[in-house]
């Protein structure tokens, strides 16, 4: 039997012909699934990113206060109560957005020096987006002993008008605010708290 010219000759490339297709396709799908992986991530960097988010900030002031005044040097042992007023402010970013924030419980603690000096209960409150709330609460301490140096050292700074309270509230437990106040120099405006997460 003569072989069919016109037919030619069998390619020696013919049968390979479509496994490498199959591979280029395969190779193709790939590259669109990394390709698109990538652009997800940038996507959820640029929405979710903490730089473009704007949580509450707080302040603090010191309303009142009561129980350290015992002549030049304070008694030596202390029966404190401070009325405080806790600022929260969500502001508008462009660019960005604001998250408010809400908490159903929490407790504060004044100290002087490491030495607390009254605590209590902080109360459930919320932040509104894009909005401010005010926060007022009362530290009650008791028969707090204080040593002859803190003494001394609280004597001497409220003559120089120097001393400074610390004020911490854990909310939620979670979330830690920490405040410096002056306590002889009351300040125009309230004093602004570190806000730090414990988780």
């Not at 401070?82 to 402010?89: C, N, P, Q, R």
């Not at 504060?108 to 109360?123: E, F, M």
């Amino acid at each position: 039997m003569e072989p069919d010219l016109e037919a030619g000759s069998p390619s020696t490339t013919t049968p390979h012909a479509p496994a490498a297709a199959a591979a280029w396709i395969r190779f193709e799908t790939v590259i669109a699934c990394i390709l698109a992986a990538v652009m997800a991530i940038a996507l959820a960097l640029a929405v979710f990113s903490p730089h473009d988010t704007l949580l509450p900030t707080f302040s603090l002031e010191v309303t009142s206060s009561d129980g350290l005044d015992g002549g030049p040097a304070p008694p030596a042992i202390v029966n404190a109560t401070f009325g405080l007023t806790l600022h929260g402010a969500t502001r508008p970013r462009r660019g960005g957005r604001s998250l408010g924030i809400c908490q159903e419980r929490g407790t504060v603690a004044v100290s002087y020096a490491g030495a607390v000096l009254a605590w209590g209960r902080v109360p459930g409150f919320c932040v509104p987006v894009e909005g401010e709330e005010h926060v007022r609460m009362v530290a009650i301490g008791g028969d707090v002993r204080l040593s002859d140096e803190l003494r001394g050292r609280m004597a001497a700074e409220r003559r120089a008008r120097a001393a400074e309270l610390d004020v911490d509230m854990t909310l939620d437990r979670w979330r830690l605010l920490s405040c410096r106040v002056k306590l002889d120099e009351p300040s125009p405006q309230p004093s602004p708290c570190k806000v730090y997460y414990l988780r």
